[in-house]
C-alpha cells in the first residue's frame, strides 16, 4: 500500500497532473515535491482527501507536532458518529485540522503579519471548497485563486480579530464588491495589513500617557481619537457655546479636551459603562441655532444638565460623523449587554473584547475606497443586533456561551468534541493590549470553546441565521412597500379609492338598504337582521363572515398558486404643475383647518353641557343620562341592540320618514343653541418678544 500511494504521487508529479494546481514554482510544489518522495508516503497523504485539503492537513500537522495518522486517530476518537458519517468526513477532518492548528498558531506573537499564517488561513479556505478526493477540482492554486463566502465565514470566525460569527457575511461583501463575490488572495491580504496597523494604533494610544490618570482605575483603552488635526477639528455644542477640541473613546467613556490657545484643558468625561438613560443619535446643526448640517452626534444622560452636541465639520456627506456615531453606539451596546445579563469578571472583558475588534476590523476597512459608502454598524457585532429582528435572541445566546461556556448537549464543549477554538479575551491579550484591572488570561492547556463547531452549527449560529433570514424577509418587504410608493396627493387618493373599492360598495349597498329605496329589500334585510340579533346569532354571524374570509383566501392560494398577483390597474389623474399642486395642497390643508375647527366646536360645546353654562341644555342631557343608566341597567343587552338597529334601519322608512326628519331638525336646532364654553389664547414670550 506504501509503495502503491508513492507510486502514484510519483506519477502523478512526473506527468504533470499537478499543472493545473502549481503553475510556476510555489509552496505546492515543495508540499508534493516532499509528500511524493518521503519513505513514509503513506502517513503523507489520505486518499479521501484532495490534493489541496492534503497539502493543508499536513501543514496542520506540523504545526500541532503530530503525524497525520495520529491526527486521523484522534478525530476518530474525539468525533460523533454523526460527524464521522461518510458523506462528510473529509470537510469535518479538515475543519478539525485547521481548528487545532488555528487555535495553537494565535497564541505566537506577531502572527498576523507572519505571511505564512496568511496564506495557510487562505489555503485552509481553498480546501473547504473542495475538502474530498470527488470535489471538483480547482483550476489553480495561486494569488488569482478565490474563496467563496460559505468557507469564509467558516474558517475566519476561527480567528477572532480577523472576523465573528455575526458580522462574517457583511464583512465577506465588502471585501468581494469589487470582485464579483470571490474573495482574493491580495483583497484578503490587504485587508489583514490594515487590521495589523489597527492593533499597532491601539497598542500605541493604550500605552501613551494620555489621559493615564482617568484611564488607570478602570484600565481603559483608547479605542479612537479625533480633532487633533487643525483642518478637521471636532466641535463641542452646549447651549449657545461652541468649543473645539480633541474627542477621545475609550472602551468605559467619552471624552472631550477644549482647545484652548496651546494646550487642551481638562477633559469633559462621558461615561458609557454606567447606566444613566444614555441616548446617542445623530443632529442637525448650524449657525445661530438653525438645523442645516446632518454632521453631528447627540449625546443626553442624566449626567449631564443639558444635551451635548459633537459636531464633525467636513467639505461633503458625513462620512466621519457616521462612523464615530457607530463606534460609540458598540461600546454603549456593548455595557448595555453586560448589564443587562450581569456578566462579571474575565466574561466582563470578554464582551469588551469583542467589541473592541469589532472597531479594528471597521478601522481595517476604511483603507478599501468603496467602503465609505457602507453603514459601519453592519461590521460591529452590539449594532447589528440592536437592527437585526431577533437580535435579542443573539444576545441571549452569545450571553449563555459566554457565562458558562458550555453549548448544548450536540455541541458539547468537552475536548472530546472535536471543537477546537480560541476567545476574543485571549486574542487581545497574545496581540499585546493590556488588560482591564482584575483579569486574568485563561489557561489555554484545553482551548476555550469560542463560536466555531468542527462539523456542526452552533446555538449562536443558528440565531444568527434565523435572524438574518427574518432580515431579509424585512428587506423584501420593504422593497415592495417602497416600490408600490407614489408621488402626488391626487395620485394617492385615486389609489386609495381603488383599493377600497370593495369596501365603498358594500356601504353604499348598506346604505340603499337604510335608505328603503326599494321597500322590499329593505324589509327582508331588517327583518332577518332583527331576528339574529332578537335570537342571539349575532357573534355566529362574525363567525361565520371570518369563516368565508379564510375559505376565500385558501380556495384562492390554492387556484393561484405560483401565478403573479394581480397588478391594481388605477387611472392617474390629469398631471398637475407646480402652481397646481400648491393650491391643492392650500386647499387639502385648508379643509382640515376646518375639519379641526369644527372638532374643537363639539368640544367646547360639550365642556359647556358638562360645565351648566346653558342650564336648560345640561338639564334634558342630564335627563337623558338617567335614562340611558336605567336602560342599561334593567333590560337585557340584546334587546338594547336590537332597538338601535331598528332605529337606524327604519329611520327613512315610508312610516317614519317625515317625523324622522321632524327630529333631526328640532336636535339640530338645539345643538345649534349650545354656547360654546370660551377660550382664552396666551400669547408665548417668543411672540411677545417678536411684537
Known amino acids: ?89 473529509a470537510r469535518n477532518f479538515l475543519e478539525y485540522c485547521c ?23 487562505f489555503d485552509m479556505m481553498l480546501a473547504w471548497e473542495a475538502p474530498s478526493a470527488s470535489s471538483q477540482p480547482l483550476l489553480k492554486v495561486d494569488e488569482e485563486s478565490t474563496v467563496s463566502g460559505d468557507s469564509f465565514s467558516r474558517i475566519a470566525p476561527a480567528i477572532p480579530i480577523i472576523a465573528d460569527v455575526i458580522t462574517c457575511d457583511n464583512l465577506f461583501d465588502v471585501l468581494t464588491t469589487s470582485t464579483g463575490g470571490r474573495l482574493q488572495f491580495s483583497v484578503y491580504e490587504k485587508y489583514l495589513n490594515g487590521l495589523e496597523r489597527a492593533i499597532r494604533k491601539l497598542k500605541t494610544q493604550s500605552e501613551s500617557s494620555l489621559l493615564s490618570a482617568l484611564r488607570s482605575p478602570k484600565g481603559e483603552r483608547i479605542l479612537e481619537l479625533d480633532g487633533t488635526v487643525t483642518t478637521q477639528p471636532v466641535l463641542q455644542h452646549v447651549g449657545v457655546s461652541t468649543w473645539p477640541g480633541r474627542l477621545i473613546l475609550t472602551d468605559h467613556a467619552l471624552y472631550f479636551e477644549p482647545l484652548r490657545v496651546v494646550t487642551f484643558d481638562k477633559p469633559k468625561t462621558y461615561d458609557l459603562s454606567d447606566d444613566l438613560k444614555q441616548v446617542v ?15 453631528a452626534i447627540m449625546y443626553k444622560s442624566i449626567s449631564v444638565p443639558e444635551s451635548v452636541i459633537m459636531e464633525f465639520p467636513e467639505l461633503k456627506g458625513h462620512t466621519r460623523r457616521d462612523y464615530w456615531l457607530a463606534i460609540i453606539r458598540e461600546i454603549l451596546y456593548a455595557h448595555q449587554f453586560i448589564r443587562k445579563f450581569q456578566i462579571k469578571g474575565v466574561q466582563r472583558d470578554e464582551a469588551l473584547s469583542k467589541a473592541t475588534l469589532g ?137 386609495m379609492k381603488e383599493l377600497l373599492f370593495p369596501v365603498i360598495e358594500l356601504v353604499k349597498y348598506l346604505l340603499f338598504l337604510i335608505s328603503w329605496d326599494d321597500p322590499i329589500r329593505s324589509l327582508v334585510f331588517c327583518c332577518a337582521s332583527a331576528y339574529t340579533i332578537y335570537r342571539g346569532w349575532l357573534g355566529y354571524a362574525l363567525a361565520l363572515l371570518f369563516l368565508f374570509i379564510a375559505i376565500f383566501m385558501v380556495l384562492t392560494r390554492c387556484c393561484s398558486q405560483g401565478k403573479p398577483v394581480d397588478e391594481v390597474k388605477v387611472t392617474a389623474p390629469p398631471t398637475m404643475n407646480t402652481m397646481e399642486q400648491i393650491l391643492a395642497v392650500q386647499n387639502a390643508v385648508s379643509q382640515i383647518e376646518e375639519f379641526i375647527q369644527e372638532g374643537n366646536v363639539v368640544l367646547l360645546k360639550l365642556r359647556a353641557l358638562l360645565l351648566s353654562v346653558f342650564p336648560q341644555a345640561s338639564e334634558r342631557v342630564a335627563f337623558g343620562l338617567l335614562l340611558v343608566a336605567f336602560v342599561l341597567a334593567f333590560i337585557p343587552c340584546k334587546y338594547i341592540v336590537l332597538l338601535i338597529f331598528l332605529e337606524m334601519s327604519t329611520r327613512y322608512s315610508p312610516l317614519r320618514k317625515a317625523s324622522t326628519e321632524r327630529w333631526e331638525r328640532r336636535l339640530r336646532e338645539w345643538w345649534f343653541s349650545i354656547p360654546a364654553a370660551p377660550v382664552l389664547l396666551e400669547r408665548t414670550k417668543e411672540e411677545k418678544k417678536r411684537e
Open 281 to 295: 443619535k445623530p443632529e442637525l446643526t448650524g449657525p445661530w441655532g438653525t438645523r442645516i448640517f446632518d454632521k
Open 359 to 495: 472597531i479594528l476590523r471597521l478601522q481595517a476597512l476604511q483603507e478599501f475606497s468603496h467602503a465609505s459608502s457602507v453603514r459601519g454598524e453592519a461590521f460591529l457585532m452590539f449594532n447589528l443586533c440592536d437592527q437585526l429582528p431577533g437580535g435579542d435572541l443573539i444576545l441571549e445566546t452569545l450571553a449563555r456561551m459566554s457565562t458558562s461556556r458550555e453549548l448544548d448537549r450536540t455541541n458539547s464543549s468537552t475536548a472530546k468534541s472535536g471543537m477546537y477554538s480560541i476567545s476574543a479575551f485571549t486574542m487581545m491579550s497574545n496581540l499585546g493590549v493590556t488588560l482591564g484591572m482584575g483579569s486574568t488570561v485563561p489557561n489555554e492547556t484545553g482551548l476555550v470553546v469560542g463560536e466555531i463547531v468542527v462539523g456542526e452549527m452552533t446555538a449562536l449560529e443558528r440565531a444568527v441565521r434565523e435572524a438574518r433570514s427574518s432580515f431579509k424577509k424585512v428587506e423584501l418587504a420593504q422593497a415592495s412597500i417602497d416600490g408600490v410608493k407614489v408621488e402626488g396627493l391626487d395620485t394617492n387618493l385615486v389609489v
Open 99 to 121: 481548528f487545532r492548528a488555528l487555535a495553537l498558531s494565535v497564541q505566537v506573537t506577531g502572527y498576523l503579519a507572519d505571511k505564512k499564517f496568511r496564506r495557510l488561513t
Open 1 to 89: 500500500m506504501v509503495s502503491k500511494t508513492r507510486n502514484m504521487l510519483e506519477g502523478l508529479v512526473r506527468e504533470g497532473s499537478f499543472k493545473w494546481l502549481l503553475g510556476n514554482r510555489s509552496p505546492f510544489d515543495e508540499e508534493f515535491e516532499e509528500m511524493s518522495k518521503s519513505p513514509s508516503a503513506r502517513t503523507n497523504w489520505m486518499p479521501e482527501l484532495s490534493p489541496i485539503a492534503n497539502v493543508v492537513v499536513r501543514r496542520c500537522s506540523r504545526i500541532l507536532e503530530i503525524s497525520m495518522d495520529e491526527l486521523r486517530n484522534n478525530f476518530d476518537a474525539e468525533a460523533s458518529d454523526s460527524i464521522k458519517h461518510s458523506s462528510g468526513y
